[in-house]
């Protein structure tokens, strides 16, 4: 069974960083595609981030581009992002999830980020 | 950015009726590899959004099939053939062609 365990989601204030991560099990994780999705409540969901297999591609949504970080470690099966200069915008709960071809096959069960002073 | 718009907004449905929500592309879907990259979600209160179709119209697994996926050029159907109290929740089209992938606005689905 597909599991991906998230912690880091935490109060924040604006100007400030955090890390999300992202446990994966259940697959073989260097064998996929990984994805970053954000969620504002009452609103639909917004992705924001993905990484090929080895780490070696990465692309971003335009708004947090040059913010925000993905990686990951395949050795520990993990997924990470970085975000820095968090912005009230930002305030969203976080998934990590795992595609299937270019769909979002499995979520994280989410990380809550609140940026506010 | 390729942007996609549902339709309707919400929906309420008699047990055992059919439903059908619409979304549409404002390009084509179509990839270079064949396949067409639009997918379903189902999202329910309190929890993260459930795949239920990909590709047009390949169910998932565990996905019943009362849910269905179609297409007509840029235009793409969920059809759910009889509704069951278990399918309330807010359902949203993705596309998958060009980064970033993009959702639709999302179609609440209540029961009567």
């Known amino acids: 069974e597909v599991q991906l365990v998230q912690s880091g989601g935490d109060l924040v204030q604006p100007g400030g960083s955090l890390r999300l991560s992202c446990a994966a099990s259940g697959f073989s994780f260097s064998s996929y595609w990984m994805t970053w999705v954000r969620q504002t409540p009452g609103k639909g969901p917004e992705w924001v981030a993905h990484?090929?297999?080895?780490?070696?591609?990465?692309r971003y949504v335009a708004s947090v581009s040059g913010r925000f970080t993905v990686s990951r470690d395949n050795a520990r099966n993990s997924l990470f992002l970085q975000m820095n200069t968090l912005r009230a915008e930002d305030t969203a709960v976080y998934y990590c999830?795992?595609?299937?071809?270019?769909?979002?096959?499995?979520w994280g069960q989410g990380s809550l980020v609140t940026v506010s002073s | 950015d390729i942007l996609v718009t549902q339709t309707p907004p919400s929906l309420s449905v008699t047990p055992g009726q059919p439903a059908s929500i619409s979304c549409k592309s404002t390009q084509s879907l179509l990839e270079t590899d064949g396949k067409t990259y639009l997918s379903w979600y189902r999202q329910k209160a309190g929890q993260p959004p459930q795949l239920l179709i990909y590709?047009?119209?390949n169910r998932f697994s565990g996905v019943p099939d009362r849910f269905s996926g179609s297409e007509s050029g840029t235009d793409f159907t969920l059809k759910i053939s009889r509704v069951e109290a278990e399918d309330v929740g807010i359902y949203y089209c993705m596309q998958g062609k060009q980064v970033p992938w993009t959702f639709g606005q999302g179609t609440k689905v209540e029961i009567k």
């Open positions: 990484i090929n297999q080895d780490g070696s591609a990465t």
């Open positions: 590709e047009v119209s």
């Open positions: 999830v795992k595609y299937l071809g270019r769909a979002f096959a499995s």
